[in-house]
Nanobody, 123 residues
Framework: VQLQASGGGLVQAGGSLRLSCAASGFIFDDYAIGWFRQAPGKEREFVASIGWSGGGALYGDSVKGRFTISRDNAKNTVYLQMNSLKPEDTAVYYC?????????????????WGQGTLVTVSS
């Protein structure tokens, strides 16, 4: 199982970025995919997740209304559209999958993790 996160970068506060998570090595549309983030010195935090069919989206409280998760099973890719970015969104963002078909907020809901992509939001 391989998950490759991409799309991170430097953006000003109020701006937008779209992250992608490309998957290979498993039956992608059998599994939920989640996004987590980790800022320096902080615990890894749940951001968003989506079920196998594209339904059942869940969001962390700090990103509700600003981030949107979606997936394209034909492309084996999950997206995280991030709008109205804030400096506190600065973190390494990881995608994860491979344990179950319905989305979840816990790290234990996922078995495989990508390498992460850095998002930096300047004030």
């Amino acid at each position: 199982v391989q998950l490759q996160a991409s799309g991170g970068g430097l953006v000003q506060a109020g701006g937008s970025l779209r992250l992608s998570c490309a998957a290979s090595g498993f039956i992608f549309d059998d599994y939920a995919i989640g996004w987590f983030r980790q800022a320096p010195g902080k615990e890894r935090e749940f951001v968003a997740s989506i079920g196998w069919s594209g339904g059942g989206a869940l969001y962390g409280d700090s990103v509700k209304g600003r981030f949107t998760i979606s997936r394209d099973n034909a492309k084996n890719t999950v997206y995280l559209q991030m709008n109205s970015l804030k400096p506190e969104d600065t973190a390494v963002y990881y995608c994860a999958g491979g344990r179950r078909s319905y989305s979840g907020k816990s790290r234990d809901d996922y078995t495989s993790w990508g390498q992460g992509t850095l998002v930096t939001v300047s004030s």
